[in-house]
């Protein structure tokens, strides 16, 4: 499996075509040439890692996994499948440190499986990322993490856990619900930071929801795991934790509310 690895300073302006390929094997990178350019329709296929220039002390720098949203030599993920530290491209040797790699803007093609690589790399790791500012901590403030797959006005699953919260007195939100013109990540960061408690739904173990779920265990937050039916085959860092199974009709969120006004307060 192939991957395209690309490191920009300023993710608005296109690729240098003097730096497509760059540190590619001519056997790559021949397969996305073409007589007078490259190959995009076939290049925005492959799933793509996109990072800024980054200093290799730069702990908060943050990459997106994802595809390109169409093809381009100026290349744009605004669904990422899953956000981790851009230090992890120097830990696990996708970028040369000696070569400037990751402070230097070009375009590679690597061989491997991006999605299992960079999901063990945030399992078997301590989160290492701070939020640039956190807020203070609200005692009565529930921060959601799951899978945006429906308006949080109408997710049944999200309205279940709202009112359990607010017979709790307490008050969900979810980052969708954030409109701020800081990056999603810094906002996610920030909603863990001022929460008393993370509630994340680990249904299908989604990329992202667990990284969350990493970084609220590290900050020090309780965080309570629901999950759709039967639970998954969890990573070894959060196995020993109990999960909440749910299911998703109306009986079965009714008990999912209920479960958590009782968990809030203390009540179970």
């Known amino acids: ?5 690309i490191i920009r300073a300023d993710e608005t302006l296109p690729m240098l075509t003097s730096r497509m390929f760059e540190r590619t094997p001519d056997e790559l990178a021949d397969r996305y040439r073409t007589s007078t350019s490259f190959d995009f329709n076939a290049l925005a296929q492959l799933p793509t890692v996109m990072a800024r220039e980054f200093e290799s002390d730069d702990m908060g720098a943050m990459a997106r996994l994802g595809y390109m949203d169409s093809p381009s030599i100026n290349p744009v993920i605004s669904s990422p499948v899953l956000q981790f530290p851009s230090h992890a491209l120097l830990d696990l040797g996708l970028l040369d440190e000696n070569f400037w790699e990751n402070k230097r803007t070009h375009w590679r093609l690597c061989e491997g499986d991006p999605f299992r690589l960079f999901s063990k790399f945030l399992a078997d790791r301590p989160l290492p990322v701070e939020p640039e500012a956190s807020s203070a901590c609200d ?3 529930i921060a959601v993490m799951m899978p945006f ?3 949080p006005s109408i997710d049944p ?3 279940a856990l709202v009112e359990g919260s607010k017979r709790a007195g307490k008050k969900c939100r979810r980052v969708d619900e954030i409109w701020t013109p800081a990056d999603i990540t810094e906002d996610i960061f920030n909603l863990i930071a001022s929460s008393s408690l993370v509630i994340a739904d680990i249904t299908d173990l989604n990329p992202n929801v667990m990284f969350e779920v990493g970084y609220a265990i590290g900050r020090g937050k309780q965080a309570v795991l629901i ?4 639970v998954p085959q969890l990573p070894f860092d959060i196995s020993h934790r109990r999960v909440f199974t749910y299911k998703r ?4 969120l009714a008990i999912l509310s209920d479960r958590v006004m009782k968990i809030l307060t203390n009540d179970q």
């Not at 009709?249 to 079965?252: A, E, L, M, P």
């Open 1 to 5: 499996m192939l991957f395209n690895l």
């Open 139 to 141: 005692p009565n403030l």
């Open 149 to 151: 797959t429906e308006d």
């Open 157 to 159: 699953v999200y309205l």
């Open 227 to 230: 999950c759709k039916d039967d």
């Open 249 to 252: 009709d109306k009986d079965g």
